[in-house]
């Protein structure tokens, strides 16, 4: 089954042509990050009339780099929650035009069973049941995977999710939006030892809070500047990282040991992180869990990880919308 799969949520156009959930065929995706970059972060409205511009080009390049018309997919796919609403409806209507013309089924997809699908692409012999740890801009969770379309939460982030503080701390150390990134490399060369920062408490043993971190590092370089101090960015960047992907991986380990689970994935955004991967990929050797990663390519926004989760909402869950498709900003994975 092939399925054409579309993605607006925030600041990617995307489009991507999937066979049977875990083959591409074609993957496009025309970034706006460079304009959100003069402004610090992600403008709405700009994403929503860039993804008017771009959304018939990337569609009709994903169609021609796959060889096919639009008659020659099985379905259409599209994410309708959650992210940006002026950027979701923006996908969410021109996949219904194509499913209304074509007469083609619409699938729905959620963003954040998009990333965690991005696996079954890169491994195919990943299978439900698992554990997935999902650290992105807006999600930071700990779920189980029950079966493809079956999901329920063990833990999830009290305030901010893992990327939102990647970013701000990062704006705060004076890197540009979206900061994940440098504060990835900056750390290659820092010492991760060199700033001792907290570690909050959370009721939930398995649940998450960045936002004490965020403030912490924020007041550091703060007062720093304010007594005319310098900072050692890249040390403070290394032990930033650290710290965010020592919480991550101690409570997921502790959750997947406490639940049985011998399979574990990671997914999301901030899954590109170089310091977060290998941590995660230490800790679940030493528990003897086998641990699946996307490649860095498939870890960010894009519409192939949109086609291969709608495969298994179709033939697993039996799942199409009809025109009265809408658009949600906000809506829990389970
Ligand atoms: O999943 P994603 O592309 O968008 C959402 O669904 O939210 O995640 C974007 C987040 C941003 O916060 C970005 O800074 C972060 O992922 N990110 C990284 C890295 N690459 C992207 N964070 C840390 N290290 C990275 N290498
Ligand atoms: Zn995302």
């Not at 156009?13 to 003069?38: C, P």
């Not at 959620?110 to 439900?128: F, Q, T, V």
């Amino acid at each position: 089954m092939k399925i054409l799969a579309i993605e607006s949520s925030c600041d990617e156009t995307a489009a991507a042509v999937v066979e049977d959930g875990r083959k591409i065929i074609s993957n496009i995706i025309a970034t706006q990050v460079e304009e959100h970059k003069l402004y610090g972060g992600v403008v709405p409205e700009i994403a929503s009339r860039r993804h008017c511009e771009s959304i018939v080009g990337v569609v009709d390049e994903a169609l021609k780099s796959a060889d096919m018309e639009l008659g020659d997919v099985d379905a259409v796919a599209v994410t309708y929650a959650p992210g940006l609403i002026g950027a979701l409806l923006v996908g969410v209507n021109f996949a219904k035009s194509l499913a209304f013309a074509s007469g083609k089924p619409l699938i729905p997809v959620h963003h954040i069973k998009g990333h965690i699908a991005a696996n079954y692409i890169a491994h195919a012999e990943l299978e439900p049941p698992y554990i997935c740890l999902v650290a992105s801009g807006g999600h930071s969770q700990i779920m189980r995977v029950e079966s493809y379309t079956k999901f329920s939460t063990i833990g999830r982030t009290m305030d901010d999710a893992a990327g939102e503080a990647f970013d701000k701390a990062a704006r705060a150390m004076g890197f540009p939006y979206p900061g994940g990134l440098h504060i990835d490399k900056a750390a290659k060369n820092g010492d991760p030892k060199k700033y001792r920062l907290p570690r909050p408490h959370t009721a939930g043993p398995y649940d998450f809070s960045f936002s004490g971190l965020k403030t912490n590092v924020i007041n550091l370089v703060h007062n720093a500047q304010q007594k005319g101090e310098e900072l050692d960015i890249n040390s403070l960047a290394a032990s930033f990282q650290y710290t965010v992907a020592d919480i991550l991986t101690s409570k997921f380990v502790s959750a997947a040991n406490e639940y049985g689970y011998k399979t574990a994935a990671l997914a999301g955004g901030v899954a590109a992180n170089s310091g977060l991967r290998s941590l995660l990929e230490e800790r679940c050797a030493a528990n003897g869990i086998k641990l699946y990663i996307p490649p860095v390519a498939l870890c960010g926004d894009n519409a192939a990880m949109i086609g291969s989760q709608a495969y298994y909402e179709y033939t697993e869950a039996g799942i199409t919308a009809d025109m009265s498709l809408n658009a949600e900003a906000t809506k829990p994975l389970v």
